[in-house]
């Protein structure tokens, strides 16, 4: 079982606008949807409010440190990103995947074994959040599909696979 981390990002790495995706890109959800059915996802409050509901057929982990914070039946709640990664390794066999947002990701990066990484060919001037910058000494590309635009999604875009070149084997490696 891993922890990855799966994005999609603008060519200057925006994520997210006013806590939306910026764009429209049927392609990547139903990418995401493939990738992520069946597993874990982990992802911060704003995520899970922008999303609006628990997704289908995957296990619901949402992090927030508002006490307050309500989530519907069977989505699970945790108060740091530790907590919940540490929760879901012991859970299942499943995959992780981390969904966002932005502080998520920073996170998230130190554990992630791989990043599925769709870049779309755009740049958003007014975006809010961003995804980290990867260091190139860390990450390897394993693969690459690239698309044009077509009726359905407005802007070519290419998925992406990155690897961790020095895994972190065991969550206590995050710790330390």
């Known amino acids: 079982m891993s922890v990855n981390s799966i994005?999609?990002?603008s060519k200057n790495n925006a994520?997210?606008?006013e806590n939306q995706i910026p764009w429209y890109l049927p392609a990547d959800l139903k990418y995401f949807k493939k990738i992520t059915t069946g597993h874990i996802i982990i992802m911060g409050r704003k995520t899970y409010e922008s999303i609006g509901r628990a997704l289908p057929k995957r296990i619901n982990i949402v992090?927030?440190?508002n006490k307050d914070f309500k989530v519907e039946d069977g989505v699970l709640l945790f108060s740091s990103f530790l907590d919940a990664?540490?929760?879901a390794l012991k859970?299942?066999?499943?995959e992780i995947f981390v969904i966002g947002g932005g502080e998520v990701y920073?996170?998230?990066l130190s554990v992630s074994h791989k990043i599925y990484y769709t870049e779309v060919d755009t740049e958003i001037t007014d975006a809010t959040v961003f995804f980290p910058e990867l260091v190139d000494s860390e990450w390897k590309l394993l693969s690459e599909e690239k698309y044009e635009k077509d009726e359905n999604n407005p802007f070519d875009y290419n998925f992406?696979?990155?690897?961790r070149t020095n895994p972190v084997t065991v969550l206590s490696d995050f710790n330390t």
Do not use: H, M, N, P
């Not at 859970?91 to 499943?94: G, I, M, N």
């Not at 992406?160 to 690897?163: A, L």
């Open 7 to 9: 994005v999609a990002c």
């Open 63 to 65: 992090i927030s440190r």
């Open 160 to 163: 992406k696979v990155f690897i």
């Open 15 to 17: 994520i997210g606008r």
């Open 85 to 87: 990664v540490d929760y």
């Open 91 to 94: 859970l299942t066999e499943r």
């Open 106 to 108: 920073r996170q998230a």
